[in-house]
């Protein structure tokens, strides 16, 4: 390192006016076979709903390919796939909506396969840096106790970052920013 | 091999030209989650400890917003979104995104928000008594030239009101977001002007603990870049995080 990196600020509480566009929480475009929504909560440390709050995912598709800015990862063949998704509004009651696919099994550290996945960003006012989290699917349970990365979380908070199916296609991941329950978030 | 070689071949991927893994930030290059001067830090930050994350490609990788999100000059000069001109002092706001070994990050996003002149932002819950300018929303992006250069114009930003403390002010900023080359690289900060007379008493801006990184979130003025009967300019750099070798809680 010979630079030293810019520190981060809030996203404060006006980012709406600049970040969040219609598109925006469409991670593959509408209609696409075997699209999911993630729908959810977020929650402070008094288990009040964050009406303020930013989110945005990333992740490969079904077959571990990536939308990627310089090809990187394969290149998708999932036509309209991005890949991420932003959610965030000027006028929230604390919840987000992701409409996505099922990301594929991508390798990890010592050659061990992932877990279905999606990395997570969590921007608010009130909070200085981003907090990172994954989704991780609960109808995934043997992809999941071999996954080397949730397997290094404690074993008694890996259910906080597991989505729950609520339905067909559809499945639910609250994020607990603080306090009971409260969401696994990582150093990236 | 060398040590030399054997550092410089695991900085990019001779490929794709892209970090396999990025550096891990110091202690202190970041403002902390919980900082009790900042009051609404106290229910929003973590309390259990962060889980180490390798970073795996999920992190290296990033997406391409370019296209979806810039359709045109027009989204990066923030005095010419409406009929008329916006009130306030016109100003270029140009500078480089690299990285920390200083290589310049190409066709990268970056979006910018601010409130304008009189520091009144385009937003329902922005209420107090200075003026909304009808020609000024305050919402811009572009995209860096192979350089890693971006460029915007705009209106200098007045400082604003808030309720943390008695009295308390936002120094003038603009709000920048950076999505870099890969997951890993995200960024969001804000960039002030020098000599703003509130920086001793923001505690957003000084929940930045060490000075020098404070006086990195500061633009420098440039006369040179300042263009006559049009436009101020000032200048600002973003760093995002770059190359690292594998540490050694990786190798399991």
Known sequence: MIFPTTPSQTVGPYFAIGLPWAEGPHAVAPGTPGAITISGMVYDGAGEPVPDHLIETWQCDPEGRFADLHGFGGGSTVPGFRGFARCGTEDGDGSFEILTVKPGRLPGPGGRLQAPHIDVSVFARGMLHRCVTRIYFADEPEANAECPVLTRVPEERRGTLLAQPTGPGAYRFDIRLQGPGETVFFEV | ?252
């Open chain 2, 1 to 252: 091999m060398s040590e030399t070689t054997q550092v410089e071949t695991e900085i990019y991927d001779p490929v794709t030209d892209t970090p396999q893994r990025y550096m891990r930030e110091p202690p202190g290059a970041h403002p902390p989650l919980d900082y009790p001067p900042y009051k609404s830090t106290a229910l929003r930050h973590p309390k259990e400890p962060l889980v180490y994350l390798p970073h795996t490609i999920t992190e290296i990788t990033g997406p391409q917003l370019g296209p979806e999100r810039v359709h045109g000059e027009l989204d990066a000069d923030l005095t010419r979104q409406h009929p008329g001109e916006p009130i306030g002092e016109r100003i270029i706001v140009t500078g480089r995104v690299m990285d920390t070994e200083g290589k310049p990050l190409r066709d990268t996003l970056v979006e910018i928000w601010q409130a304008n002149a009189a520091g009144r932002y385009r937003h329902r819950w922005d209420r107090w008594p200075a003026p909304l300018d009808p020609n000024f929303s305050g919402a811009g992006r572009c995209v860096t030239d192979a350089e890693g250069r971006y460029r915007f114009i705009t209106i200098k930003p007045g400082p604003y009101p808030w309720g943390n403390h008695y009295n308390a002010w936002r120094p003038a900023h603009i709000h920048f977001s950076l999505l870099g080359r890969a997951f890993a690289q995200r960024l969001v900060t804000q960039m002030y002007f020098p000599g703003d007379p509130f920086f001793p008493y923001d505690p957003i801006f000084n929940s930045v603990l060490d000075p020098a990184a404070r006086e990195r979130m500061i633009s420098r003025f440039s006369v040179h870049g300042t263009e006559p009967n049009w436009a101020q300019c000032y200048e600002f750099d973003i760093y995002l995080r770059g190359p690292g070798a594998t540490p050694f809680e990786e190798a399991f």
